[in-house]
């Protein structure tokens, strides 16, 4: 029987286009960890060339690793250094908040009915009191019936 080699999954050999990295560092920063980022930073430096950026950004090689080792604490300009010879800018949001589901009865109307509408409502208050009246699945196979649109 043959024994399984496992393979070490290396991210920085999947950044290969600048659309990847955005949203890779994007990702990144939903986590607000700082380690998370350094280390993002790091494998898109690895993917471009760790003596390239080094040269770009004006560090030496063996700085640039120690600046983006997880167990460091680089200053904000090295890191801007680091992303401007990546090629990247960053560009800060406010932070969304998640909505909430509605429910039905927490939906506003955005703008008044129609008076196509409010006919159509009250032939369906007409035609639900009708006992001989046609009837229709829901509101919507009614108002395709008389041709509104909404």
Do not use: W
Not at 71 to 82: A, D, G, I, L, W
Not at 105 to 126: D, M, Y
Request: glycine share 6%; proline share 5%; aromatic share 4%.
């Amino acid at each position: 029987m043959k024994k399984s080699e496992v393979t070490r999954l290396d991210i920085a050999e999947y950044l290969d286009s600048k659309e990847i990295v955005a949203e890779y560092l994007n990702l990144i920063c939903q986590e607000n960890d700082p380690t998370l980022l350094l280390r993002a930073i790091g494998h898109i430096a690895r993917s471009k060339g760790m003596a390239k950026i080094a040269e770009s950004s004006g560090l030496g090689r063996e700085s640039l690793y120690k600046a983006l080792d997880e167990n460091s604490h680089p200053r904000f300009e090295t890191v801007f250094k680091v992303l401007a010879a990546l090629g990247i800018q960053m560009l800060l949001v406010p932070k969304v908040k998640p909505k909430r589901k509605r429910t039905p009865a927490q939906i506003a109307v955005t703008r008044p009915p129609s008076k196509e509408l409010l006919e159509a409502i009250r032939e369906g208050e007409q035609l639900a009191r009708d006992p001989n009246a046609k009837t229709y699945k829901n509101f919507g196979e009614l108002l395709d019936e008389l041709g509104i649109k909404i």
